[in-house]
């Protein structure tokens, strides 16, 4: 007889992106060498120091022992100094930072906090899946607002109906967008917030994962510029420090906010280890190398774009991140056009938009039904590669 599965699993969809590793493995078992945008993990190795503090913080804590719940106090340090150089925003290390064991988790457990079976959170679609799983495993209802070219790519708050706004615990965002690549305004932000204040609603900020892959020196900003009260701000060294294996990042805000996440997090796990800290620190710490990895990006895309745009798809808006939101052509899906890109001659992987979208809870209609995402960490030399297939292709 079956085990029984909880609800909220069985709810849950595949891993999107589990899929699109299972599209790499069956191009691999055709002989095909697959170029592959799908997953956003940077290929570029880890910088050789952030590598080497993580072996020196092995022998500075030869002692193992748990790690402190919520973070020594050197790496906080040096994320509290990174923020304010970066964003100006001052933050009390004891009261309104802790670390994290990268920003899934951590945007997965913040719900645990605040939520109760049949509370209302609002999510924009497309998202990062952890703010969905996180509600759905507290049992909470879901109001999805989807990200439209019309809008910009920004949250149309303003058309959230008043009783969905009051009804509303939560509001996730994330700027810089994955995968719409869209910054958000000072201007912006200051609307949303005097919104959500109006409401009562917390502003969930996923805000730190690719804050620093911008291009044309266009600093993203960070809502805490603006403000700290009833906003938490969830960040992450995997992109900005090629350290997706390392696992740790950091959360940041209301320090009402930050003290109920560190009592959720002392529940569940046992801190970020502490020698991965230490290399959390230098990586933090050095700006040098971010610069490197933007040009990187910058490159890549000026090799992409101009070869979408010769096989006769649509020019893609985005200012920040290292995603291509790709338009299908007029009359076709993204799934179709990741079809297309899959078939053995071409042999590159996308994530069609629909798998990483949800139906808008106003309108039905699927943000990322005629999109596929490029996630551009594939080596130059693939992308050079991509290039020369795209000419066999003309739309
Ligand atoms: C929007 C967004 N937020 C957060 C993360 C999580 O980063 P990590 O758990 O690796 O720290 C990702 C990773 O892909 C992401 O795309």
């Not at 609307?191 to 620093?212: F, P, R």
Request: net charge negative; glycine share 8%; charged share 25%.
């Amino acid at each position: 007889m079956p085990f029984p599965i909880s609800d909220p699993l069985k709810n849950t969809a595949p891993y999107a992106f589990a899929e699109v590793d299972k599209l790499v493995h069956a191009l691999r078992e055709q002989g095909v060498t697959p170029l592959d945008f799908g997953v956003g993990d940077p290929t570029e190795p880890t910088p050789e120091f952030i590598r080497k503090a993580l072996q020196k913080g092995a022998d500075i804590h030869a002692t193992s022992g748990y790690p402190s719940y919520i973070g020594q106090k050197s790496f906080l340090q040096s994320a509290c100094d990174y923020m304010q150089r970066r964003f100006g925003v001052d933050l009390d290390i004891t009261t309104e930072i802790t670390s994290n064991i990268g920003a899934k988790e951590a945007v997965f457990h913040f719900s645990l906090g605040h939520l109760n079976a049949g509370d209302l959170v609002i999510i924009p679609s497309p998202g990062y899946p952890p703010m969905r799983t996180g509600t759905r495993f507290c049992r909470a209802e879901i109001y999805s607002v989807g990200l439209f070219e019309e809008n910009d790519f920004l949250i149309d708050y303003e058309s959230i109906p008043k009783e969905i706004a009051e009804r509303a615990k939560i509001l996730w965002l994330n700027y810089p967008n994955s995968p719409t690549g869209k910054t958000a305004s000072v201007e912006w932000y200051t609307g949303l917030i005097e919104w959500a204040q109006k409401y009562n609603i917390i502003l969930a900020c996923d805000e730190g994962c690719y804050i620093d892959i911008y291009f044309h020196g266009e600093k993203p900003h960070s809502i805490l510029e603006i403000t700290k009260k009833g906003v938490i701000c969830f960040y992450s060294l995997s992109k900005r420090n090629n350290m997706t294996g390392y696992r740790i990042g950091f959360v940041c805000g209301d320090k009402e906010l930050i003290d109920t996440f560190k009592k959720v997090k002392t529940n569940i796990d046992s801190g970020t280890p502490n020698f991965v800290q230490e290399a959390g620190r230098v990586a933090l710490e050095n700006d040098e190398h971010t610069e490197y990895m933007r040009q990187q990006y910058q490159q890549k895309k000026d090799m992409l774009l101009p070869a979408l745009k010769k096989a006769g798809l649509p020019t893609p808006k985005g200012d920040a991140t290292f995603y291509i939101w790709q338009k299908a052509p007029e009359g076709m899906t993204g799934v179709e056009l990741a079809k297309k890109l899959l078939s053995p001659e071409i042999g590159i992987v996308t994530t069609p938009g629909a798998w990483i979208s949800e139906e808008d809870s106003r309108t039905g209609k699927n943000p990322g039904e005629h999109y596929v995402r490029f996630a551009l960490v594939a080596p130059l030399s693939d992308v050079e590669e991509a290039v020369k297939r795209l000419e066999k292709l003309q739309f």
